[in-house]
């Protein structure tokens, strides 16, 4: 039996969010692609923030947690938060691009090499 080739357009990128870092084999087409945006805030309450030695708050972004903030965030807040993302996500549809960062796409290739072994 004779097997045909199918060309099928893609219409959706995968995404992955993961807290390490992922490894897999890649190739510059995947480094290519890829993004990373590596996130180092940390929301803790005071006695956590008291507990961490000075070399784990070293380069992180710590934050103070506020327990209360789903309780205020009320349907005007949300409303409010809604308007201020409107234009850039009408910006998005219309133009069909996404302005993504440089430090971004290279964090994705730094992975890339790192799990090239």
């Keep these: 039996m004779e097997q045909q080739l199918h060309a099928v357009k893609l219409h959706t990128k995968f995404a992955l969010l993961s807290n390490p870092l992922p490894k897999f084999e890649g190739d510059n087409g ?4 890829g993004n ?5 805030n940390q929301f803790k309450t005071d006695e956590e923030i ?7 708050k070293l380069g ?4 103070k947690k506020d327990p209360d903030m789903i309780q205020r965030f009320d349907e005007k807040k949300k409303l409010a938060y809604i308007n201020m993302l409107l234009p850039y996500a009408k910006s998005f549809y219309e133009n069909k ?3 993504i960062p440089a430090c971004i796409k290279q964090a ?10």
Aim: aromatic share 10%.
């Design 97 to 99: 691009s996404l302005y």
């Design 30 to 33: 995947i480094a290519r692609r």
């Design 60 to 63: 992180s972004k710590i934050y």
């Design 50 to 56: 008291k507990r961490m030695t000075d070399r784990e």
């Design 108 to 117: 994705f290739t730094d992975i890339v090499d790192e799990n090239d072994v």
């Design 36 to 40: 990373c945006a590596e996130l180092k």
